[in-house]
C-alpha cells in the first residue's frame, strides 16, 4: 500500500502554475528521490505535502487518510515530518535542547506547564538516543549557531527524527556540504532506512548520489512530472535525457 | 555544574536582600514604599518577559491586564469583600481572564501586527475605564477604597508601610515561582522554541498560536496581580495605569535589565523606578527628558541590558 | 441634514489629516525599518515652528519653512541615533529609541512654548465661511483638505516618475537588492526619513490652524496613525492613505453620534479589519512579521 499519494494536485500563484496536475506516490519503506532543474517545483511538492501552502485543488492521501485540509502540526503528528532546504533550527539553543523540543512534542507534552522527574528522565534518554544515533552526542552542549553547516543539518534531521517519522521528507539534505559531510550524510539517510525501516522523500541535485541510493526517482520539470521509475529506467526515458541530463550521452 | 552552582548562590543572594529591605533600604536613602513599588514593575515586567524575552512577541498592551488587575482589586474592596487577599484574587483573576480571552484575538498575529493589536486592545479599556464614570471613577480615577489590616486568627496586621512590603514580596514570590517553574517545564521549552523559530517548531508538530495564547494568558495573569498590588499600594486606580505609556514603561524595564534573563527586569525596575524617583524630585519638571534620555542610552549601548553585559563579561572571563 | 454633512466634512479633514500622518510614518516603517514613536512629536514641532515662524514669514512663509525645518531636524536624528539600529532585526529597539525621543521632544516643547495650549493665526480670507447655509465649510478647512491632496499627490508623482523616487520604492520591496546595484542605501534612508518627517510637519502646521497648539497633541495623533498603518497594511503607501481616510471619517462620525465612542471606535475597526484580513487591508504576506 502506498504511504503517501498525490492526485492530481496543483498550485498556482496568481497565474503562475508551480505545480500543474501532478499525481506521485511513495510506499511504505521506500527511498524515493525528487530531481529536476530549479525552479521545475520540487520545493513546492514539499510546501504542499507537508501543509506549508495548501494546494490550489487536487487530494493528497497520508497513511490512507486525505490531510488536504489538515495543518502543518497535525500532519507531523500523522509521522509526516520534514527539513527545510535552508537549514530550519533553533539558532541560540543547544544542539541537545534543539532535540528536546521535538521530543517533548512527539511525547505530547509540549503544553506541560510543570515539569516532571520521570518524563524528564525518558526524554533525556530519547534525546541521547538520538543524539547517538545521528553522531551528534560530542556537541550535545555547544549552541547549534556556533556548528559547522554540515553539522546543523544533521541537526535539522535528528530533530526530524524526534517525531519518528512515518515518512521523512528531505529537501536537498546535502545543499552546500563539502565531500566529506555529503557522504555522512549520505550514510546517515542510508541507516535510516535500511536498520530503521523510515521511508524517505527527498530532494536532491546530486545526480551520483540520487543515483547512487535511490530506490526510485521522480523527475520533475516546469511544474510537471516528467518521468517516474527505477533509476535505470528514469536514466534511459529519452525525454529526461533530453530535458534535463543534457540529451543522451 | 558550574553555571549552576552561581544561579543557586545568586539567587539566594536576591531573596536574602528581598528579605531585608526594610532594614538596609532607608540607610541608603530609599523608603519602603518605593520598594513595593519596584517589586510590583519587576513582576509585571517580568511576566511581560515571558512574551517579549522567552516567547519573542513582541507585546505593547501589557498596562492592560496591569490596569485591569488594579480596577479588579479596587472594584472588589468596594463592592464585595473586606479582605485584601481576596481583592489581590479577583484583580489577579480579572487579568489572567481578560488575557485568557483577548489573546484568542492576538495568537495569531506576529511582529509588528501584534505589538499594534495588543496597542489596540489597551487603547480601547483604557478609553472605556476614562469614560464609565459610574464604575470606574472616568478620569480621576477609581478611589474609597484602601488597603484593609489582614487578620490572622486574634492577630491583626495592618498593612502600614512595612507589613505591606512584605505582602508585596510574598506574592512577588509566588508570582515568580509560577514563572520559573512555567520556565523550567516543556511548556516554557516550547515559548523559547517559537522565539528561535516558529516554522520549526511548526514543522516539529506544535501548534504555535495555542502556545502564544498560553504565554499571553499567563503574561496577563501575572499582570493582574502586579496590578492589584499596585492599586493596595497607591490606594488608587488611575485609567492611565491602562494607557499606552505604561505598557512602554514595562518593555523598557524588561529591555533594561535584560530580557534574555529572568531576574533582568527586577535589576531593570530598580533603575527605573529608582531613576523616575530620583530624578523627578531633583527636576520635577524635566523628568521626562531625563528618562527619554535613559530609553536611548540603553538602547543605542546597552541592547543586551544590564545583565545581559554581566553575562557577556562572565563569560568571556 | 446639514449636521450630517458637518460631521461627514470633519472626518474627512480629520481622514486627510490621518492620511498625512500615516503616509509619511509608512515610507519611514518601509524603508527605515524603524517603527516610529516620535512621529507625533515631529508633527508638534511642525506645529510649534510655524507658530513662531509665522510673525515673520506669515503663514504662508510658515507653511513652507515649519515642515522644511523639521525635516532637518529629521536628518539630524536619523544621523546621529536612528541610523545605529539598522542592523537589527529585533524591532522593539527602534520602538524604544523613538519613544525615548517622543518623551524628550514633548518636554522640550514644553520647556520651551509653555504648557498651556496656544493660538495660532491663520489668514483672515482662509477663515471665513464659503457658503452661508454650510457655515462649517470654512475656507481654511478646503484649504486643508486640499493642501493634503496636492502634497499626497506630489508625493506619490515623485514615488513614481523620479529616479530617487523610484529608489525608494525599489527599496521598500528589496533592499539588498538595491544595495547590490549600487544605490547609495545610507542616503536614501536618510532623505527618506526627512521626507516622512516633513510630511508630519506639514501635518502639524495645518493642524494648528485647526486644533489649538499644545505640546501633548501628538500623543493621540501618533496612536491614530498607527491604527491608520494597521488598517492599511504595513509596508502599502495606499493602504496607509485608505486606512487613514477610513479612521478619520469614522471618528468624524461616530463623535457625532456617540461622542463617548469616539476615541474608541479606530480601534475596533482595526481589530474587525485585522480579524477578517490579518495583514491589514492591502497589506502583503510576510512583511513586518
Same mark, same amino acid.
Given at each position: 500500500m502506498s504511504l503517501l499519494r498525490l492526485e492530481n494536485v496543483s498550485r498556482k500563484f496568481g497565474s503562475l502554475v508551480? +505545480? #500543474?496536475q501532478i499525481s506521485l506516490e511513495v510506499a511504505a519503506g521506500e527511498l524515493s528521490a525528487v530531481i529536476g532543474p530549479n525552479g521545475a517545483g520540487k520545493t513546492t511538492l514539499f510546501n504542499l505535502i507537508s501543509g506549508f501552502v495548501p494546494a490550489t485543488t487536487g487530494e493528497i492521501w497520508f497513511d490512507g487518510q486525505p490531510?488536504?485540509? +489538515? *495543518?502543518a502540526p497535525d500532519r507531523v503528528a500523522l509521522g509526516l515530518v520534514r527539513t527545510f532546504q535552508i537549514t530550519e533550527i533553533f @539558532? =541560540? +539553543?543547544?544542539v541537545s535542547e534543539n532535540v528536546r523540543i521535538g521530543v517533548e512534542a512527539e511525547a505530547g507534552? *509540549?503544553? *506541560?506547564p510543570w515539569p516532571n522527574r520521570r518524563r524528564t528522565g525518558e526524554i533525556r534518554a530519547r534525546v541521547q538516543e538520538l543524539l547517538d544515533q545521528t553522531g551528534l552526542s560530542s556537541q550535545s *552542549?555547544?549552541?547549534?549557531? =556556533? +556548528?559547522?553547516h554540515g553539522d546543523q543539518r544533521v541537526v535539522e534531521v535528528a530533530m526530524a527524527l524526534s517525531r519518528r517519522p512515518k515518512l521523512l521528507m528531505l #529537501? =536537498? @539534505?546535502?545543499?552546500?556540504?563539502g565531500e566529506e559531510e555529503t557522504d555522512r550524510m549520505v550514510e546517515l539517510i542510508r541507516h535510516l532506512h535500511t536498520r530503521q525501516g523510515v521511508s524517505i522523500l527527498f530532494i536532491e541535485h546530486d545526480m551520483d548520489l540520487v543515483f547512487g541510493i535511490a530506490q526510485r526517482i521522480t523527475v520533475f520539470n516546469y511544474g510537471k512530472v516528467l518521468a517516474a521509475g527505477a533509476p535505470v529506467d528514469v536514466a534511459a526515458n529519452p525525454l529526461v535525457q533530453a530535458a534535463y541530463l543534457g540529451g543522451p550521452q | 555544574m558550574k553555571g549552576r552552582a552561581r544561579t543557586i548562590v545568586a539567587t539566594l543572594v536576591i531573596w536574602a536582600l528581598l528579605l531585608t529591605v526594610p532594614a538596609w533600604l532607608p540607610e541608603i536613602g530609599g523608603y519602603t514604599a518605593l520598594a513595593s513599588r519596584i517589586l510590583i514593575y519587576a513582576l509585571c515586567a517580568m511576566a511581560l518577559n515571558i512574551l517579549? %524575552?522567552?516567547? %519573542?512577541m513582541m507585546s505593547f498592551g501589557q498596562a492592560a491586564y496591569f490596569g485591569l488587575g488594579g480596577y479588579g482589586a479596587g472594584l472588589a474592596l468596594i463592592?464585595?469583600?473586606?479582605?485584601t487577599w481576596l481583592a489581590v484574587v479577583a484583580g489577579t483573576l480579572l487579568g489572567g481572564l481578560a488575557a485568557l480571552l483577548l489573546g484568542a484575538l492576538v495568537m495569531r498575529s506576529r511582529g509588528i501586527y501584534f505589538a499594534m493589536i495588543t496597542v489596540a486592545i489597551g487603547q480601547i479599556l483604557y478609553f472605556a475605564a476614562e469614560r464609565?464614570?459610574?464604575?470606574? %471613577?472616568?478620569?480621576? &480615577?477609581?478611589? &474609597?477604597f484602601s488597603r484593609q489590616p489582614l487578620r490572622f486568627g486574634h492577630l491583626t496586621v495592618p498593612l502600614s508601610d512595612v507589613p505591606f512590603y512584605y505582602f508585596v514580596l510574598f506574592w512577588f514570590a509566588i508570582g515568580v515561582a509560577v514563572l520559573a517553574i512555567l520556565l523550567s517545564s516543556p511548556l516554557g521549552h516550547t515559548f523559547v522554541a517559537i522565539r528561535e523559530n516558529r516554522r520549526r517548531a511548526a514543522f516539529l508538530g506544535i501548534n504555535v498560536s495555542r502556545y502564544v495564547w498560553a504565554s499571553f494568558a499567563v503574561a496577563g495573569l501575572v499582570a493582574g496581580l502586579s496590578g492589584s498590588l499596585n492599586a493596595l499600594l497607591n490606594n488608587f486606580v488611575s485609567p492611565a495605569d491602562l494607557y499606552w505609556v505604561q505598557s512602554g514603561n514595562f518593555v523598557i524595564i524588561a529591555v533594561l535589565g535584560g530580557?534574555?534573563?529572568?531576574w533582568g527586569p527586577l535589576v531593570g525596575a530598580i533603575i527605573f523606578i529608582g531613576f523616575q524617583n530620583y530624578v523627578s524630585s531633583v527636576l520635577p519638571n524635566n523628568w521626562e527628558t531625563v528618562i527619554g534620555i535613559l530609553f536611548i542610552v540603553i538602547v543605542l549601548f546597552f541592547p543586551s541590558g544590564i545583565l545581559g553585559i554581566a553575562r557577556r563579561r562572565a563569560r568571556i572571563v | 441634514m446639514e449636521l450630517v454633512l458637518f460631521d461627514g466634512f470633519n472626518g474627512l479633514i480629520q481622514g486627510a489629516f490621518y492620511a498625512l500622518m500615516a503616509l509619511g510614518l509608512s515610507l519611514i516603517i518601509s524603508l527605515n525599518a524603524v517603527i516610529n514613536f516620535a512621529h507625533g512629536g515631529f508633527m508638534v514641532i511642525g506645529a510649534y515652528l510655524a507658530f513662531t515662524l509665522e510673525p515673520y514669514l506669515g503663514f504662508w512663509g510658515a507653511l513652507v519653512v515649519g515642515p522644511v525645518l523639521a525635516g532637518i531636524i529629521g536628518i539630524l536624528v536619523e544621523r546621529l /541615533?536612528?541610523?545605529? /539600529?539598522?542592523?537589527?532585526?529585533?524591532?522593539v529597539y527602534s520602538l524604544l529609541l523613538t519613544f525615548g525621543l517622543a518623551l524628550i521632544i514633548e518636554d522640550s516643547v514644553r520647556s520651551i512654548w509653555g504648557a498651556q495650549g496656544v493660538p495660532f493665526a491663520i489668514p483672515a480670507a482662509l477663515n471665513s465661511p464659503l457658503s452661508s447655509t454650510y457655515f462649517f465649510v470654512t475656507g481654511y478647512r478646503v484649504f486643508v483638505v486640499g493642501a493634503i491632496v496636492l502634497a499626497t499627490s506630489a508625493l506619490f508623482a515623485f514615488l513614481r516618475f523620479s529616479s530617487f523616487g523610484v529608489r525608494i520604492r525599489a527599496g521598500i520591496l528589496d533592499l539588498e537588492t538595491v544595495s547590490a546595484l549600487g544605490v547609495n542605501v545610507y542616503l536614501l534612508r536618510a532623505v527618506n526619513f526627512a521626507i516622512g518627517i516633513m510630511l508630519a510637519g506639514f501635518a502639524g502646521v495645518l493642524a494648528a490652524g485647526v486644533l489649538q497648539l499644545s505640546p501633548t497633541m501628538g500623543n493621540d495623533v501618533i496612536m491614530a496613525t498607527f491604527v491608520a498603518i494597521v488598517v492599511g497594511g504595513i509596508g502599502s503607501l495606499l493602504g496607509s492613505v485608505l486606512g487613514g481616510l477610513i479612521i478619520g471619517v469614522a471618528a468624524g462620525v461616530t463623535s457625532a453620534y456617540a461622542p463617548v465612542a469616539s476615541d474608541v471606535v479606530i480601534y475596533v475597526i482595526m481589530a474587525a479589519v485585522l480579524l477578517v484580513r490579518p495583514r491589514g487591508l492591502l497589506g502583503q504576506e510576510g512583511l513586518f512579521e
Open positions: 508551480a +505545480l #500543474d490531510i488536504n485540509r +489538515l *495543518s @539558532p =541560540e +539553543l543547544t507534552c *509540549s503544553g *506541560s *552542549s555547544r549552541t547549534v549557531n =556556533e +556548528l559547522a #529537501d =536537498e @539534505p546535502t545543499a552546500g556540504m | 517579549l %524575552g522567552y516567547t %519573542g463592592h464585595l469583600t473586606h479582605s464609565w464614570d459610574s464604575i470606574t %471613577g472616568g478620569q480621576d &480615577g477609581l478611589t &474609597g530580557m534574555r534573563s529572568f | /541615533l536612528v541610523r545605529r /539600529l539598522y542592523g537589527r532585526s529585533d524591532p
